[in-house]
């Protein structure tokens, strides 16, 4: 899976854009960019995924640049349930065979809403 | 329908002791991985189970064990507990087949050890 980057911590303004940064330099062609949130004291949890293109669900939209090497999460009110750790993963979006399940998490960045 | 459950939420053991924790998945998964997260730290991989075997391991010494029953639940096994194996363990599920994408994973909300 390709190594991530991410800012370890962010603050944000109840109601306001949050924008979550992520570089993924090393991203193979196969690899899809997922992000998983944690709120505290549960497992994570999926947001969205995507390989090139921008990608909107209702939860939040995902923007990938053109070369790959980065990515912005972009939650567009957010609020203080999406106070969290948020984990930008780099994999393969079918994991094929029998290796399912396997995430390779890094420290995330620890989103902040404020009121 | 209920999510991936785990049991205990909690529990405190003593250093050289063994360890059971138990995982049910959600309702029509059928594969399980076990996870570890450290305080402060991203999850870590284990082992994940199909088919009641072992299909793949993370960067874990033996004392890491496991079992997958034919009801599709799990077992995580820890022998000759260290200090340093106090941690959120966390169970995923997932269903295999076709279409089956690393978007479909969900989480438990975990087990916390703690080794004095």
């Known amino acids: 899976d390709a190594k991530t980057t991410q800012p370890p911590s962010m603050d944000c303004a109840e109601g306001r854009a949050a924008n979550l940064p992520c570089n993924h330099s090393t991203i193979s062609g196969n690899e899809y960019v997922y992000w998983y949130r944690q709120i505290h004291s549960q497992g994570p949890q999926y947001i969205i995924h995507?390989?090139?293109n921008n990608e909107t669900n209702e939860m939040a939209s995902l923007i990938i640049t053109e070369d790959r090497k980065s990515s912005t999460l972009i939650l567009p009110h957010a609020t203080l349930r999406d106070t969290a750790v948020y984990y930008c993963i780099g994999s393969p979006l079918n994991a094929g065979g029998t290796s399912y399940g396997k995430l390779t998490f890094g420290q995330g960045t620890i989103l902040t809403v404020h009121p | 329908d209920a999510g991936v459950t785990q049991s205990p939420t909690h529990l405190i053991k003593t250093r050289g002791q063994q360890v059971t924790l138990r995982c049910s998945p959600k309702s029509g998964h059928d594969t399980v991985s076990w996870y570890q997260q450290a305080l402060g730290q991203g999850p870590q991989f284990i082992f994940q189970y199909y088919e009641e075997e072992e299909r793949q391991r993370g960067n874990f010494p033996d004392r890491f064990s496991g079992h997958q029953f034919p009801n599709y639940s799990s077992e995580l096994n820890v022998n000759a507990l260290l200090l340093g194996d106090s941690a959120l363990y966390l169970c995923?599920?997932?269903?295999?087949?076709?279409?089956?994408?690393?978007?479909?994973?969900?989480f438990g909300s975990g087990t916390q050890l703690s080794v004095l």
């Open positions: 995923a599920s997932a269903q295999t087949g076709s279409g089956w994408t690393n978007e479909k994973l969900f």
């Open positions: 995507g390989l090139k």
